[in-house]
């Protein structure tokens, strides 16, 4: 196994640091004993400062910039010479604790780790063995799964893949377009919130289940955007791209590339005779619940959600379908300003940090089954 010297310089450039508005910690740190290695080099890592006393490691959490929602995300590699029991420590600075330890060795299979909250610190204790450990908050899901998982879909489903623009940091925004005989565009977006992974564990099964749906994609055009703020994801974000701005507040001003980007491409739609229908959104909260516009503010059709979300309800009889209607005008919020601009409904679909992996895919297959059902029932009752 190898250990490299230079890590333990690179760890001591974040003990300086004390918390102050728009500091942007990189969350890159690393460091290493005789024994053990701690490192962050791969995307979504992060880690702020680090130190290892024996069996113990201490790891210091902060956010990207201050004020920020409280939601203290944390990714590092673990390795051992010898095989041991080590205990990890996580102290957060700015946030209280949101995310249950979890680690993989293949990136791909997760196990839920034991853990105790100590005076605000998260404990926890890992066997090390001959491969490197991965630990974070919830699954990874990087850049190149969205690469992976994007070149996959366009091949499969024949779509088009259209470079919307750039991150403030040069990473491509790109949409996959399904193009039916339609002038109807209905939209998916996603990962404005680097952590909130079980938000993307939905979106990917529910576009996948959409274009399955032959009939639907000959009636509707979908745009995906799945990875709305790829620089967030990289740098472990907890919540802001790399200009320390909450995308999901620059819907109405777009002073960021991420978000500009994609009203640009929706502008050149519109301007090309196309009409946005319907806009989904992917988060994660405490809890699984859809934020949805409220009826009667002269949105058409009026019926879009509550139609679907009733359809949700009946296909998923186990699962409480929470409907939480609520009116921002003016916040910069994507189903605010998406409603606002084009008169129709839109939602931000927001599963639970901890909710059920099978169960988050099983309601993102019945919710694209229901709402192509809402859409196709609502365009045959408009002919
Ligand atoms: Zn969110």
């Known amino acids: 196994m190898l250990f490299h010297?230079?890590?333990?310089?690179?760890?001591?450039?974040?003990?300086?640091?004390?918390l102050h508005a728009s500091v942007n910690f990189d969350g890159k740190a690393s460091c290493q004993s005789e024994s053990l290695l701690l490192t962050t080099d791969f995307e979504s890592a992060r880690v702020n400062d680090c130190k290892i006393n024996g069996n113990h490691v201490s790891i210091s959490i902060k956010p990207e910039n201050k004020?920020?929602?409280?939601?203290?995300?944390?990714?590092f590699k673990l390795e051992a010479k010898t095989a041991s029991e080590v205990t990890v420590r996580v102290k957060y600075?700015?946030?209280k604790h949101r995310y249950?330890?979890?680690a993989s060795v293949d990136g791909v299979n997760w196990t839920a780790l034991p853990y105790r909250i100590k005076n605000g610190d998260l404990v926890f204790q890992v066997t090390l063995g001959d491969t490197p450990l991965l630990v974070a908050g919830q699954e990874i899901v990087s850049n190149h799964a969205y690469e992976n998982w994007m070149q996959n879909i366009k091949t499969r489903f024949e779509l088009t893949s259209v470079s919307l623009g750039q991150s403030v940091q040069g990473r491509a925004i790109t949409a996959l377009l399904s193009k039916g005989q339609s002038d109807k565009y209905?939209?998916?977006?996603?990962?404005?919130?680097?952590?909130?992974?079980?938000?993307?564990?939905?979106?990917?099964?529910?576009?996948?289940?959409?274009?399955?749906?032959?009939?639907?994609?000959?009636?509707?055009?979908?745009?995906?955007?799945?990875?709305?703020?790829?620089?967030g994801v990289a740098l472990g974000h907890w919540r802001h791209n790399v200009n320390g701005v909450d995308l999901n507040r620059d819907w109405k001003h777009f002073k960021q590339p991420e978000t500009a980007a994609i009203k640009q491409?929706?502008?050149?739609?519109?301007?090309?005779?196309?009409?946005?229908?319907?806009?989904?959104?992917?988060?994660?909260?405490?809890?699984?619940?859809?934020?949805?516009m409220?009826?009667?503010?002269?949105?058409?059709p009026d019926d879009t959600t509550v139609n679907w979300l009733e359809r949700l309800a009946l296909a998923e009889p186990n699962f409480t379908v929470l409907d939480k209607p609520g009116h921002n005008p003016g916040r910069g919020v994507f189903k605010q300003w998406l409603s606002d601009t084009y008169g129709v409904?839109?939602?931000?679909?927001?599963?639970?940090?901890?909710?059920?992996?099978?169960?988050?895919?099983?309601?993102?297959i019945s919710a694209a089954n229901t709402l192509s059902e809402t859409l196709l029932n609502q365009s045959k009752t408009a002919k």
């Open 100 to 102: 249950h330890p979890k």
């Open 265 to 292: 491409y929706l502008d050149t739609i519109v301007k090309r005779g196309g009409k946005i229908i319907y806009g989904v959104d992917f988060h994660s909260t405490h809890h699984d619940v859809f934020y949805t």
């Open 5 to 18: 010297k230079h890590l333990l310089s690179a760890s001591l450039l974040f003990i300086c640091c004390t």
């Open 186 to 231: 209905l939209l998916v977006i996603g990962r404005q919130h680097p952590p909130e992974i079980t938000g993307a564990l939905a979106y990917f099964p529910f576009s996948e289940t959409l274009l399955e749906n032959s009939t639907f994609r000959q009636h509707y055009n979908i745009v995906f955007v799945p990875n709305i703020n790829p620089d």
């Open 93 to 95: 600075y700015g946030g």
């Open 67 to 75: 004020p920020i929602n409280d939601s203290p995300w944390y990714a």
């Open 294 to 300: 409220p009826q009667g503010k002269g949105l058409t």
């Open 345 to 364: 409904h839109a939602i931000t679909y927001e599963m639970g940090d901890n909710t059920n992996r099978k169960v988050i895919k099983q309601v993102a």
